[in-house]
T-cell receptor, first 115, second 110 residues
Framework: NAGVTQTPKFQVLKTGQSMTLQCAQD?????MYWYRQDPGMGLRLIYY???????DKGEVPNGYNVSRLNKREFSLRLESAAPSQTSVYFC??????????????FGAGSRLTVL | QQQVKQSPQSLIVQKGGISIINCAYE??????FPWYQQFPGKGPALLIA?????SEKKEGRFTISFNKSAKQFSLHIMDSQPGDSATYFC?????????FGAGTRLTVKP
């Protein structure tokens, strides 16, 4: 099983350009997440989707939009990239059947540089 | 403001020693406390987790100690090995909303 697949793995953008990070999972999980990882900041939640058709803001949603295209796919869009969005982005999924049992499976990450 | 605070930022331990990483949380609504391990170039992977109705959980060389009244929990790695060298993240979850600490880079010297 592939688990969680993210594309692209690397991307360089110029300030003001737009792009979409793609994420797909093949584990039939209900919930999907986007995190960004920055040195000394750990993993910060950008957006999550508890189920198909729903999305919620996390800690750092400004400058991002998301789309839960179907149960498998959850995309993250940067409409006008800024240097502060240079980061490593991780997609994750989980099968939250009950509270107190939220096991996230992460993708390998997408490294984004905004010049 | 980060809801989960983790220390230390980095830790160097000799092979065979004990590694201890500490975390504290603010929100008493959190109901699940996992630890994730991340190797360079990879995504984090679940290592061990605990629920707040339990004070300790052990899996092999890894133990979580949980203090609900102090809102603190810690990871102990016994008999640390060079293969344990990685970044460790504590986290706290309220159903779908999971928040992570800043991470601890552990180096185990042979």
């Amino acid at each position: 099983n592939a688990g969680v697949t993210q594309t692209p793995k690397f991307q360089v953008l110029k300030t003001g350009q737009s792009m979409t990070l793609q994420c797909a999972q093949d584990m039939n999980h209900n919930s999907m997440y986007w995190y960004r990882q920055d040195p000394g900041m750990g993993l910060r939640l950008i957006y999550y989707s508890a189920s198909e058709g729903t999305t919620d803001k996390g800690e750092v949603p400004n400058g991002y939009n998301v789309s839960r295209l179907n149960k498998r796919e959850f995309s993250l869009r940067l409409e006008s990239a800024a240097p502060s969005q240079t980061s490593v982005y991780f997609c994750a999924s989980s099968e939250t059947t009950s509270p107190g049992a939220n096991v996230l499976t992460f993708g390998a990450g997408s490294r984004l540089t905004v010049l | 403001q980060q809801q989960v605070k983790q220390s230390p930022q980095s830790l160097i331990v000799q092979k065979g020693g004990i590694s201890i990483i500490n975390c504290a949380y603010e929100n008493t609504a959190f109901d699940y406390f996992p630890w994730y391990q991340q190797f360079p170039g990879k995504g984090p992977a679940l290592l061990i987790a605990i629920r707040p109705d339990v004070s300790e959980k052990k899996e092999g060389r890894f133990t979580i100690s949980f203090n609900k009244s102090a809102k603190q929990f810690s990871l102990h790695i016994m008999d640390s090995q060079p293969g344990d060298s990685a970044t460790y993240f504590c986290a706290a979850s309220m159903y779908n909303d999971m928040r992570f600490g800043a991470g601890t880079r552990l180096t185990v010297k042979p």
